[in-house]
Protein backbone atom coordinates (compact mmCIF):
# COMPACT_ATOMS: atom_id res chain seq x y z
CA UNK A 1 0.00 0.00 0.00
CA UNK A 2 1.02 3.52 -1.04
CA UNK A 3 1.70 5.27 2.35
CA UNK A 4 1.40 9.45 1.85
CA UNK A 5 4.10 10.17 4.32
CA UNK A 6 3.68 13.55 4.51
CA UNK A 7 0.12 12.75 6.32
CA UNK A 8 0.34 12.56 9.98
CA UNK A 9 0.11 8.76 11.51
CA UNK A 10 -2.93 7.32 13.13
CA UNK A 11 -1.91 3.57 13.77
CA UNK A 12 1.66 2.70 12.94
CA UNK A 13 4.29 0.01 14.06
CA UNK A 14 8.13 1.73 15.24
CA UNK A 15 10.83 -0.85 14.54
CA UNK A 16 14.26 0.05 16.11
CA UNK A 17 17.07 -1.08 13.97
CA UNK A 18 19.68 -0.50 16.47
CA UNK A 19 17.93 -2.97 19.14
CA UNK A 20 17.83 -5.55 16.29
CA UNK A 21 21.24 -5.56 15.62
CA UNK A 22 22.19 -5.33 19.24
CA UNK A 23 19.82 -8.61 19.59
CA UNK A 24 21.65 -9.91 17.25
CA UNK A 25 25.42 -9.47 19.10
CA UNK A 26 23.25 -10.67 22.50
CA UNK A 27 22.05 -14.00 21.16
CA UNK A 28 25.69 -14.62 19.66
CA UNK A 29 27.26 -14.03 22.58
CA UNK A 30 25.05 -16.26 24.69
CA UNK A 31 26.30 -19.23 22.18
CA UNK A 32 29.42 -20.69 21.72
CA UNK A 33 31.85 -18.84 19.62
CA UNK A 34 32.26 -21.11 16.57
CA UNK A 35 28.09 -20.96 16.29
CA UNK A 36 27.24 -19.55 12.73
CA UNK A 37 24.11 -17.76 13.00
CA UNK A 38 21.01 -18.59 10.39
CA UNK A 39 18.64 -14.99 10.48
CA UNK A 40 14.93 -16.15 10.09
CA UNK A 41 13.44 -13.34 7.80
CA UNK A 42 10.59 -14.75 6.27
CA UNK A 43 7.08 -13.70 6.12
CA UNK A 44 8.73 -9.67 5.42
CA UNK A 45 10.74 -10.40 9.01
CA UNK A 46 7.79 -11.43 11.28
CA UNK A 47 6.09 -8.08 9.85
CA UNK A 48 9.06 -6.06 10.61
CA UNK A 49 10.00 -4.90 7.21
CA UNK A 50 12.34 -7.75 4.50
CA UNK A 51 14.88 -4.81 3.38
CA UNK A 52 15.41 -3.12 6.59
CA UNK A 53 15.95 -5.96 8.77
CA UNK A 54 18.07 -7.96 6.43
CA UNK A 55 19.90 -4.76 5.67
CA UNK A 56 20.61 -4.39 9.29
CA UNK A 57 20.93 -8.03 10.11
CA UNK A 58 23.80 -8.25 7.24
CA UNK A 59 25.69 -5.10 8.82
CA UNK A 60 25.33 -7.39 12.31
CA UNK A 61 26.91 -10.06 10.66
CA UNK A 62 24.66 -13.08 9.94
CA UNK A 63 25.94 -15.66 8.56
CA UNK A 64 22.82 -16.73 6.26
CA UNK A 65 19.36 -15.89 5.65
CA UNK A 66 16.30 -18.22 5.48
CA UNK A 67 13.09 -17.16 3.76
CA UNK A 68 9.85 -19.04 2.99
CA UNK A 69 9.63 -18.94 -0.74
CA UNK A 70 11.40 -17.49 -4.01
CA UNK A 71 9.75 -14.54 -3.76
CA UNK A 72 11.26 -13.57 -0.67
CA UNK A 73 14.38 -14.87 -1.59
CA UNK A 74 13.89 -12.32 -4.70
CA UNK A 75 13.69 -9.36 -2.25
CA UNK A 76 16.58 -10.28 -0.44
CA UNK A 77 19.18 -10.78 -3.20
CA UNK A 78 18.08 -7.69 -4.67
CA UNK A 79 19.50 -6.16 -1.55
CA UNK A 80 23.33 -7.88 -2.72
CA UNK A 81 25.17 -10.56 -4.25
CA UNK A 82 27.41 -12.91 -2.17
CA UNK A 83 24.97 -13.66 0.85
CA UNK A 84 23.73 -16.85 1.43
CA UNK A 85 20.04 -17.60 1.20
CA UNK A 86 18.34 -20.43 1.93
CA UNK A 87 14.25 -21.10 0.91
CA UNK A 88 12.53 -23.42 3.64
CA UNK A 89 9.56 -23.99 2.35
CA UNK A 90 9.30 -26.81 -0.93
CA UNK A 91 9.93 -25.43 -4.36
CA UNK A 92 6.81 -26.08 -6.92
CA UNK A 93 8.56 -27.66 -10.05
CA UNK A 94 8.01 -24.62 -11.92
CA UNK A 95 9.86 -22.90 -9.50
CA UNK A 96 13.22 -24.79 -9.93
CA UNK A 97 15.18 -22.63 -12.30
CA UNK A 98 15.28 -19.70 -10.30
CA UNK A 99 17.37 -20.97 -7.89
CA UNK A 100 20.01 -20.33 -10.13
CA UNK A 101 18.46 -16.81 -10.89
CA UNK A 102 18.59 -15.65 -8.01
CA UNK A 103 21.20 -17.96 -6.56
CA UNK A 104 19.85 -19.34 -3.00
CA UNK A 105 19.65 -22.86 -1.84
CA UNK A 106 16.74 -24.86 -1.67
CA UNK A 107 15.50 -27.20 1.39
CA UNK A 108 15.66 -30.86 -0.19
CA UNK A 109 13.36 -33.64 1.61
CA UNK A 110 12.75 -36.48 -1.41
CA UNK A 111 14.26 -38.41 -3.84
CA UNK A 112 12.11 -36.02 -6.14
CA UNK A 113 13.55 -32.86 -5.37
CA UNK A 114 17.40 -34.22 -5.42
CA UNK A 115 16.59 -34.75 -9.15
CA UNK A 116 14.85 -31.50 -10.19
CA UNK A 117 17.19 -29.96 -8.49
CA UNK A 118 20.10 -31.47 -10.07
CA UNK A 119 18.13 -31.18 -13.72
CA UNK A 120 17.73 -27.16 -13.04
CA UNK A 121 21.69 -27.14 -11.79
CA UNK A 122 22.20 -28.78 -15.08
CA UNK A 123 20.39 -26.79 -17.28
CA UNK A 124 21.93 -23.62 -15.89
CA UNK A 125 25.50 -24.96 -16.50
CA UNK A 126 26.22 -24.13 -12.72
CA UNK A 127 25.29 -25.94 -9.16
CA UNK A 128 22.79 -25.83 -6.84
CA UNK A 129 23.70 -25.56 -2.85
CA UNK A 130 21.32 -27.37 -1.16
CA UNK A 131 20.40 -28.08 2.84
CA UNK A 132 19.30 -31.51 3.55
CA UNK A 133 16.07 -31.50 5.65
CA UNK A 134 15.38 -34.18 8.55
CA UNK A 135 12.22 -35.52 9.84
CA UNK A 136 13.09 -36.22 13.58
CA UNK A 137 9.97 -36.01 14.67
CA UNK A 138 7.93 -32.82 13.41
CA UNK A 139 6.11 -34.48 10.86
CA UNK A 140 6.17 -31.64 7.74
CA UNK A 141 9.46 -30.88 6.07
CA UNK A 142 12.42 -33.15 5.64
CA UNK A 143 13.16 -36.67 5.28
CA UNK A 144 12.25 -39.46 7.57
CA UNK A 145 15.65 -39.94 9.73
CA UNK A 146 15.52 -43.18 8.82
CA UNK A 147 15.42 -42.67 5.61
CA UNK A 148 17.99 -40.19 5.59
CA UNK A 149 21.15 -41.98 3.85
CA UNK A 150 19.29 -43.02 0.58
CA UNK A 151 18.70 -38.92 0.38
CA UNK A 152 22.48 -38.25 1.07
CA UNK A 153 23.57 -40.51 -1.28
CA UNK A 154 21.86 -39.48 -4.05
CA UNK A 155 22.75 -35.55 -3.60
CA UNK A 156 26.47 -37.05 -2.84
CA UNK A 157 26.29 -38.31 -6.80
CA UNK A 158 24.45 -35.36 -8.10
CA UNK A 159 27.19 -33.33 -9.95
CA UNK A 160 25.09 -30.64 -10.22
CA UNK A 161 24.13 -29.93 -6.51
CA UNK A 162 26.39 -28.83 -3.42
CA UNK A 163 25.48 -30.14 0.02
CA UNK A 164 25.77 -26.82 1.69
CA UNK A 165 23.86 -28.18 4.92
CA UNK A 166 21.85 -30.27 7.20
CA UNK A 167 18.79 -29.60 9.34
CA UNK A 168 15.94 -30.45 11.03
CA UNK A 169 13.37 -28.62 12.93
CA UNK A 170 11.78 -29.11 16.57
CA UNK A 171 8.08 -29.56 17.57
CA UNK A 172 7.91 -28.05 20.73
CA UNK A 173 11.37 -26.73 21.83
CA UNK A 174 9.43 -24.57 24.32
CA UNK A 175 7.42 -26.79 26.17
CA UNK A 176 8.63 -30.42 25.82
CA UNK A 177 12.38 -30.44 26.55
CA UNK A 178 12.45 -34.71 26.47
CA UNK A 179 10.80 -34.91 22.77
CA UNK A 180 12.96 -31.74 21.85
CA UNK A 181 16.33 -34.39 23.50
CA UNK A 182 14.83 -37.06 21.01
CA UNK A 183 14.64 -34.78 18.40
CA UNK A 184 18.50 -34.29 19.22
CA UNK A 185 19.04 -37.66 19.53
CA UNK A 186 17.34 -38.49 15.98
CA UNK A 187 18.94 -36.22 14.48
CA UNK A 188 22.64 -37.01 15.65
CA UNK A 189 22.32 -40.62 14.60
CA UNK A 190 21.06 -39.96 11.33
CA UNK A 191 24.18 -37.52 10.44
CA UNK A 192 26.41 -40.35 11.98
CA UNK A 193 25.64 -42.31 9.08
CA UNK A 194 26.73 -39.99 6.64
CA UNK A 195 30.25 -41.08 5.48
CA UNK A 196 33.06 -38.43 5.09
CA UNK A 197 30.84 -35.72 6.29
CA UNK A 198 32.90 -32.23 5.90
CA UNK A 199 31.34 -31.01 9.02
CA UNK A 200 33.08 -28.09 9.12
CA UNK A 201 32.05 -26.80 5.92
CA UNK A 202 28.71 -27.56 6.04
CA UNK A 203 25.72 -25.60 8.14
CA UNK A 204 24.71 -27.97 10.65
CA UNK A 205 21.49 -26.58 12.33
CA UNK A 206 18.47 -27.32 14.45
CA UNK A 207 17.90 -24.77 17.03
CA UNK A 208 15.36 -22.21 16.44
CA UNK A 209 14.77 -19.17 19.01
CA UNK A 210 12.86 -21.72 21.95
CA UNK A 211 15.47 -24.84 20.71
CA UNK A 212 18.88 -22.69 22.15
CA UNK A 213 17.29 -23.01 25.64
CA UNK A 214 18.40 -26.31 25.86
CA UNK A 215 21.21 -26.98 23.03
CA UNK A 216 23.92 -29.20 24.47
CA UNK A 217 27.48 -27.22 24.89
CA UNK A 218 29.45 -29.62 22.54
CA UNK A 219 27.74 -31.53 19.54
CA UNK A 220 28.15 -31.12 15.96
CA UNK A 221 25.77 -28.59 15.41
CA UNK A 222 27.72 -25.05 14.02
CA UNK A 223 24.61 -22.93 13.55
CA UNK A 224 21.09 -21.97 14.76
CA UNK A 225 18.82 -20.90 12.99
CA UNK A 226 16.72 -17.55 15.06
CA UNK A 227 13.43 -16.01 13.71
CA UNK A 228 11.03 -14.66 16.97
CA UNK A 229 14.38 -14.17 19.54
CA UNK A 230 15.99 -11.60 17.14
CA UNK A 231 13.05 -9.14 17.51
CA UNK A 232 13.05 -9.67 21.53
CA UNK A 233 10.42 -11.28 22.16
CA UNK A 234 10.48 -14.34 24.22
CA UNK A 235 8.63 -17.98 22.75
CA UNK A 236 6.55 -17.88 26.16
CA UNK A 237 6.74 -15.79 29.69
CA UNK A 238 9.14 -17.26 31.74
CA UNK A 239 11.75 -18.31 29.19
CA UNK A 240 14.93 -19.16 30.60
CA UNK A 241 15.66 -17.23 27.39
CA UNK A 242 14.73 -14.04 29.53
CA UNK A 243 18.60 -14.40 30.34
CA UNK A 244 19.95 -13.30 26.94
CA UNK A 245 19.70 -9.88 27.03
CA UNK A 246 17.43 -8.93 24.38
CA UNK A 247 14.44 -5.89 23.56
CA UNK A 248 11.61 -5.66 21.39
CA UNK A 249 12.22 -4.30 18.23
CA UNK A 250 8.74 -3.67 16.88
CA UNK A 251 6.14 -1.60 19.24
CA UNK A 252 2.60 -1.09 17.95
CA UNK A 253 0.60 2.72 18.14
CA UNK A 254 -2.39 4.24 17.32
CA UNK A 255 -4.10 7.94 18.42
CA UNK A 256 -7.09 8.80 20.13
CA UNK A 257 -9.73 9.76 17.66
CA UNK A 258 -12.26 11.10 20.06
CA UNK A 259 -13.45 11.41 23.86
CA UNK A 260 -16.57 11.28 25.10
CA UNK A 261 -18.78 10.27 28.04
CA UNK A 262 -21.67 7.44 28.17
CA UNK A 263 -24.62 7.08 30.57
CA UNK A 264 -24.11 3.95 32.99
CA UNK A 265 -26.44 1.51 30.99
CA UNK A 266 -25.25 2.13 27.70
CA UNK A 267 -24.55 -0.96 25.49
CA UNK A 268 -20.95 -0.63 23.27
CA UNK A 269 -19.98 -1.68 19.72
CA UNK A 270 -21.45 -4.17 17.34
CA UNK A 271 -23.02 -7.17 19.07
CA UNK A 272 -23.54 -5.15 22.12
CA UNK A 273 -21.04 -7.58 24.16
CA UNK A 274 -20.66 -4.99 27.10
CA UNK A 275 -23.02 -3.06 28.79
CA UNK A 276 -21.14 -0.49 31.20
CA UNK A 277 -21.85 -0.91 34.25
CA UNK A 278 -21.07 3.13 35.39
CA UNK A 279 -21.25 6.43 33.90
CA UNK A 280 -17.94 5.94 31.14
CA UNK A 281 -15.29 8.22 29.39
CA UNK A 282 -14.47 6.62 26.83
CA UNK A 283 -11.72 7.21 24.14
CA UNK A 284 -12.14 5.98 20.41
CA UNK A 285 -9.05 4.51 19.26
CA UNK A 286 -7.68 4.76 15.27
CA UNK A 287 -7.00 1.26 15.08
CA UNK A 288 -9.00 -1.95 14.97
CA UNK A 289 -8.69 -5.45 13.32
CA UNK A 290 -8.27 -3.68 9.81
CA UNK A 291 -4.81 -2.66 11.40
CA UNK A 292 -4.37 -6.17 13.37
CA UNK A 293 -5.43 -5.41 16.44
CA UNK A 294 -7.24 -8.71 16.35
CA UNK A 295 -11.09 -8.91 17.10
CA UNK A 296 -10.36 -12.03 19.26
CA UNK A 297 -9.16 -9.60 21.67
CA UNK A 298 -12.61 -7.81 22.37
CA UNK A 299 -13.24 -7.25 25.88
CA UNK A 300 -10.22 -8.26 26.68
CA UNK A 301 -7.02 -6.30 25.08
CA UNK A 302 -5.99 -3.37 27.45
CA UNK A 303 -3.88 -0.43 25.73
CA UNK A 304 -1.39 2.11 27.27
CA UNK A 305 -2.62 5.94 27.54
CA UNK A 306 -0.33 8.33 29.51
CA UNK A 307 1.77 5.29 30.32
CA UNK A 308 -1.61 3.34 32.45
CA UNK A 309 -3.26 0.76 31.29
CA UNK A 310 -7.03 1.19 29.90
CA UNK A 311 -9.19 -1.90 29.32
CA UNK A 312 -10.65 -2.50 25.57
CA UNK A 313 -14.81 -2.42 25.77
CA UNK A 314 -16.80 -4.40 23.65
CA UNK A 315 -15.89 -5.72 20.14
CA UNK A 316 -13.00 -4.73 18.58
CA UNK A 317 -14.33 -3.05 14.94
CA UNK A 318 -12.19 -2.65 11.72
CA UNK A 319 -11.04 1.07 12.13
CA UNK A 320 -11.58 2.06 15.40
CA UNK A 321 -11.58 0.42 18.85
CA UNK A 322 -13.24 2.03 22.65
CA UNK A 323 -11.22 1.91 25.57
CA UNK A 324 -12.46 3.15 29.08
CA UNK A 325 -10.28 6.16 30.12
CA UNK A 326 -12.61 6.83 32.96
CA UNK A 327 -9.77 5.75 35.86
CA UNK A 328 -7.34 6.63 33.15
CA UNK A 329 -4.73 10.03 32.98
CA UNK A 330 -6.42 12.75 31.02
CA UNK A 331 -6.89 11.35 27.17
CA UNK A 332 -7.69 14.12 24.35
CA UNK A 333 -8.35 13.72 20.89
CA UNK A 334 -4.84 12.95 18.81
CA UNK A 335 -3.00 11.53 22.06
CA UNK A 336 -0.88 8.59 21.60
CA UNK A 337 -2.07 5.02 22.68
CA UNK A 338 0.38 2.07 22.91
CA UNK A 339 -1.18 -1.33 21.84
CA UNK A 340 2.28 -3.14 21.93
CA UNK A 341 5.31 -1.32 23.50
CA UNK A 342 6.64 0.91 26.21
CA UNK A 343 5.16 4.40 27.68
CA UNK A 344 5.50 6.38 30.64
CA UNK A 345 6.45 3.31 33.26
CA UNK A 346 4.16 0.86 31.56
CA UNK A 347 4.71 -1.96 29.09
CA UNK A 348 1.97 -4.14 27.07
CA UNK A 349 4.75 -7.07 25.08
CA UNK A 350 3.62 -9.06 22.61
CA UNK A 351 3.55 -12.52 24.32
CA UNK A 352 0.04 -10.61 27.14
CA UNK A 353 -1.37 -8.97 23.71
CA UNK A 354 -1.22 -12.82 21.65
CA UNK A 355 -2.83 -14.03 25.22
CA UNK A 356 -5.57 -11.46 24.80
CA UNK A 357 -6.32 -12.36 20.81
CA UNK A 358 -5.82 -16.40 21.82
CA UNK A 359 -2.89 -16.21 19.76
CA UNK A 360 0.74 -17.12 19.57
CA UNK A 361 3.66 -14.16 19.47
CA UNK A 362 4.84 -15.42 15.78
CA UNK A 363 1.31 -14.59 14.69
CA UNK A 364 0.55 -11.57 16.18
CA UNK A 365 3.84 -9.89 14.94
CA UNK A 366 2.97 -11.10 11.01
CA UNK A 367 -0.98 -10.02 11.52
CA UNK A 368 0.34 -6.25 11.59
CA UNK A 369 -1.41 -5.15 8.54
CA UNK A 370 0.16 -3.13 5.19
CA UNK A 371 -1.94 -0.56 6.53
CA UNK A 372 0.02 0.32 9.09
CA UNK A 373 3.49 2.27 7.76
CA UNK A 374 6.64 0.97 9.60
CA UNK A 375 8.59 3.69 11.00
CA UNK A 376 12.15 3.15 11.18
CA UNK A 377 14.27 3.96 13.42
CA UNK A 378 17.72 4.29 12.14
CA UNK A 379 19.96 5.29 14.43
CA UNK A 380 23.71 3.36 14.71
CA UNK A 381 24.01 3.13 18.43
CA UNK A 382 25.01 -0.18 19.17
C1 LIG B 1 10.30 -19.96 11.31
C2 LIG B 1 11.34 -20.98 11.45
C3 LIG B 1 12.41 -20.80 12.33
C4 LIG B 1 12.51 -19.65 13.31
O1 LIG B 1 11.80 -19.99 14.48
P1 LIG B 1 11.71 -18.98 15.72
O2 LIG B 1 10.95 -19.75 16.72
O3 LIG B 1 10.97 -17.77 15.23
O4 LIG B 1 13.09 -18.67 16.13
C5 LIG B 1 13.43 -21.74 12.31
N1 LIG B 1 13.37 -22.80 11.47
C6 LIG B 1 12.34 -23.02 10.63
C7 LIG B 1 12.35 -24.21 9.75
C8 LIG B 1 11.29 -22.12 10.59
O5 LIG B 1 10.27 -22.33 9.76
Not at 156 to 161: D, F, G, Q, T
Not at 174 to 188: G, K, N
Not at 336 to 348: A, H, K, N, S
Request: charged share 20%; proline share 6%.
Amino acid sequence: MRTFSHLPLRCWAEIDLAALERNLRQIRASLPAHMRYVAVVKADAYGHGLPQVAGRLMHAGADLFAVANLTEAAALRELGPGWPILVLSPLLPDEDRYLADYDVAATVSTLEEVDRFNAAGKAAGRTIAVHLKIDTGMGRLGVWHEEAPALYDRIARAPHLQLAGIFTHFASPDDDPDFTAEQRQRFLAALAQFPHLPLADLFIHADNSAGIETMPGASPFNAVRIGLLQFGVLPRAGSLLATVRTEPVCSFRTRIGIVKTLPSGTTVSYGRTRTLTRDTKVAILCAGYGDGLPRAASNRAQVLIGGRRCPVLGRVTMDQTIVDVTDGPAAACGDEVVLIGRQGGGEIEVAEFSRWADTIPWETLCSITKRVPRIYKTALGT
